[in-house]
T-cell receptor, first 112, second 113 residues
Framework: DTEVTQTPKHLVMGMTNKKSLKCEQHMGHRAMYWYKQKAKKPPELMFVYSYEKLSINESVPSRFSPECPNSSLLNLHLHALQPEDSALYLC???????????FGNGTRLTVT | GNSVTQMEGPVTLSEEAFLTINCTYTATGYPSLFWYVQYPGEGLQLLLKATKADDKGSNKGFEATYRKETTSFHLEKGSVQVSDSAVYFCALSENTGRRALTFGSGTRLQVQP
């Protein structure tokens, strides 16, 4: 069982929809991450939150909007996505930036 | 910048065969090195790590040694099982500054009974 919980497991959305991905950890980790993974590719870093502040934004389009309401929660708000945004979205956490990452099982997103 | 290069897959082995997955890296500083494993339909799990030169990481029969002179961190296992079938990612993280993980492209391992 993973200690990083992501919901939903699967999401299908149209290009005009607004949806949110959620991630939760209760390990007391102070860094949280969003990654995007396309089929047969390594994860690509999108955002990093360190001590609840956004510390890295990898030039991600504004249709992806992260939010860290508290040290245990991380959200990714989605709006006006494109079909090429279909991918597995992985959340991860680590004790500190640079410590080993603990990944959730991901949300499989399909944009139609 | 930082980069990680892994051998192309898929690697197909019979059960109980010896496994080596090559990984080399380029980094400006002195990174920490990791192997992550991804089973079908799941996220990534940390398999092992090494934080300085000559460190050996080990877990579940897998081993990798941090070789600074050859900038390598090859993954080995003496006897693979069907349950080891997965995708393996080599990764590095700088110990200062940005500290974000840089992943290799991944190597798919298929173990046949």
């Amino acid at each position: 069982d993973t200690e990083v919980t992501q919901t939903p497991k699967h999401l299908v959305m149209g290009m005009t929809n607004k949806k949110s991905l959620k991630c939760e950890q209760h390990m007391g980790h102070r860094a949280m991450y969003w990654y995007k993974q396309k089929a047969k590719k390594p994860p690509e870093l999108m955002f990093v939150y360190s001590y609840e502040k956004l510390s890295i934004n990898e030039s991600v389009p504004s249709r992806f909007s992260p939010e860290c309401p508290n040290s245990s929660l991380l959200n990714l708000h989605l709006h006006a996505l494109q079909p090429e945004d279909s991918a597995l979205y992985l959340c991860a956490s680590s004790q500190e930036p640079g410590s080993p990452l603990h990944f959730g099982n991901g949300t499989r997103l399909t944009v139609t | 910048g930082n980069s990680v290069t892994q051998m192309e897959g898929p690697v197909t082995l019979s059960e109980e065969a010896f496994l080596t997955i090559n990984c080399t890296y380029t980094a400006t500083g002195y990174p920490s090195l990791f192997w992550y494993v991804q089973y079908p339909g799941e996220g990534l799990q940390l398999l092992l790590k090494a934080t300085k030169a000559d460190d050996k990481g080990s877990n579940k029969g897998f081993e990798a040694t941090y070789r600074k002179e050859t900038t390598s961190f090859h993954l080995e296992k003496g006897s693979v099982q069907v349950s080891d079938s997965a995708v393996y990612f080599c990764a590095l993280s700088e110990n200062t500054g940005r500290r974000a993980l840089t992943f290799g492209s991944g190597t798919r391992l298929q173990v046949q009974p």
